[in-house]
């Protein structure tokens, strides 16, 4: 571990209580700053999250020509440059940690005749980027990556791009935007075919800013077709609370005994609500209270009591709509009465960090009994007793903010405390993630 990084100790803790909002949902906040800034005119945010990821979201739009700004109030307001007018920047675009900025803003840039060199840090320049490299090539961007075809990497956009239909070869929300955003300045239809549906965040915003956009089916995959160089109108949108920030309160206070909390305005789009099915499966205690929309995405209050959960052979077909919650359900089942079975999961491995790999052994110094497979982990749960792992153990987040959030919910729930080598991604999705926890365990 370097000496800059913030290690910290999670330790046992009082039941959660009360009432808390999490911050706005990161994928719809990078979308709100891509969509707006390709929009002529002023667009409006209430409730971006303002972490690093989308930070480094709202620095690439102004490094290609939007103007992008907070007032006091926390509103942020976007003027676009419109479909087809990104600007050469001066400067590498840093991603940082955000593979999600990395791959929609290579999609955005595919289609515009500027090049750009795409950077971000050590655990972004591992992650897989053939993906994107491979249909935005197809429609005429050219990329020089480095060998492993990985960032840093440098991208020649087209400019005219060629329209492609395209069939996702991994379930990827992020790879079925790059190919939309790079769409929307190519002529004529670009078509994503998706086997297997993914967040469809991009759909309904692309709608909302006006573009061109069809969805079908096709023997039983979905079909999105969009039509290109259509100008986007400018919108006033509220970003919904992120579900995957939720879900480290919703396991809290189910594993926490005595626990009654309520979590406000909480993203309830079906694409992401996988891991609230999963728990009520296990016997969790989540009540959904006042169910509505907000900015086109359904939104609830989740009212989470303490239960005590029984572990289940988890079904993969539900791996989409909780990609990232997989962490800490590990933490759950570990928790359970029995063992949960998890499959279909080797996406796990090309995240922030090999979340499989990590979180099993994450989970080993807390003492969970938990067996590794490629495509899951199979963990034998203690049946509620607490985790009770060597006192001095620390746990290795390899750059992955969900480890370091998954970990501190273990450390609620273990007999001496878990230690985290570093906190310090948490800032990328989750910002006031330790006060929150501070606020609702007083
Ligand atoms: O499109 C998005 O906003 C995201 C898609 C998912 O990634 P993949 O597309 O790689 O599954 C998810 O893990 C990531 O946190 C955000
Ligand atoms: C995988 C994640 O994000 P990204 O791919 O944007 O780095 C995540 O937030 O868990």
């Not at 023997?219 to 259509?230: C, K, P, S």
């Not at 359904?298 to 989470?304: C, E, F, G, I």
């Given at each position: 571990m370097n000496d800059t990084a913030a290690s910290h100790r999670f330790s046992p803790a009082g039941p959660l209580r009360g009432s808390i909002a999490v911050p706005g949902d990161k994928s719809i906040s990078h979308r709100s700053l891509i969509l707006g800034a390709m929009a002529v005119g002023e667009t409006r945010v209430s409730g971006l999250l303002e972490g690093e990821?989308?930070?480094?979201?709202?620095?690439?739009?102004?490094?290609?020509?939007?103007?992008?700004?907070?007032?006091?109030?926390a509103t942020w307001h976007v003027h676009g440059v419109g479909v087809g007018g990104l600007l050469q920047p001066e400067a590498a675009i840093d991603c940082g940690n955000s593979g999600t900025s990395a791959r929609l803003l290579m999609g955005l840039v595919a289609s515009h005749g500027i090049a750009v060199t795409f950077t971000g840090d050590a655990s972004l320049s591992k992650r897989p980027m053939g993906r994107v490299i491979d249909p935005l090539s197809q429609m005429g961007a050219r990329f020089t990556p480095s060998p492993d075809g990985t960032m840093p990497l440098m991208l020649e956009g087209?400019?005219?791009?060629?329209?492609?239909?395209?069939?996702?070869?991994?379930?990827?929300?992020?790879?079925?935007?790059?190919?939309?955003?790079?769409g929307l300045n190519t002529p004529g239809v670009t078509s994503v075919i998706e086997p297997v549906p993914t967040r469809d965040h991009s759909e309904r915003m692309l709608r909302g800013f006006g573009a061109e956009l069809e969805i079908g089916e096709d023997?039983?995959?979905?079909?999105?077709?969009?039509?290109?160089?259509?100008d986007l109108r400018p919108q006033t949108l509220t970003v919904p609370g992120d579900p995957s920030s939720a879900a480290f309160f919703m396991v809290a206070a189910t594993l926490v005994e005595g626990s009654d909390l309520t979590i406000r305005n909480v993203g309830m789009n079906p694409t992401r609500a996988g891991l609230v099915d999963v728990l009520r499966q296990m016997g969790a205690n989540i009540e959904d209270i006042d169910a509505r929309e907000v900015g086109g995405e359904?939104?609830?209050?989740?009212?989470?009591r303490h239960a005590t959960l029984t572990g289940i052979e988890v079904d993969p077909a539900v791996a989409p709509s909780m990609i990232d919650e997989f962490p800490v359900l590990f933490v759950a089942a570990a928790l359970a009465q029995g063992t949960t079975v998890t499959r279909g999961l080797e996406e796990l491995r090309v995240k922030?960090?090999?979340?499989?790999?990590?979180?099993?052994?994450a989970l080993e110094t807390t003492g969970a009994r938990v067996e590794e497979r490629e495509?899951?982990?199979t963990i034998q749960g203690t049946g509620g007793e607490p985790l009770r792992g060597s006192a001095n153990a620390r746990v290795k987040t390899h750059l992955d903010h969900r480890i370091a959030m998954s970990m501190a919910v273990a450390g609620l729930v273990s007999r001496d405390g878990v230690e985290v080598d570093d906190t310090s991604p948490i800032a990328t999705s989750f910002p006031n993630f330790m006060a929150l926890l501070d606020e609702v365990t007083r």
């Open positions: 990821d989308v930070l480094a979201t709202a620095a690439a739009m102004r490094a290609m020509g939007a103007d992008v700004h907070r007032d006091e109030d087209a400019h005219p791009a060629v329209p492609i239909a395209y069939r996702l070869p991994v379930a990827s929300a992020q790879v079925k935007s790059a190919v939309l955003l790079a023997n039983g995959a979905r079909v999105i077709r969009l039509t290109g160089q259509v359904p939104v609830a209050d989740l009212r989470v922030e960090s090999d979340r499989l790999a990590t979180m099993a052994a495509d899951g982990l």
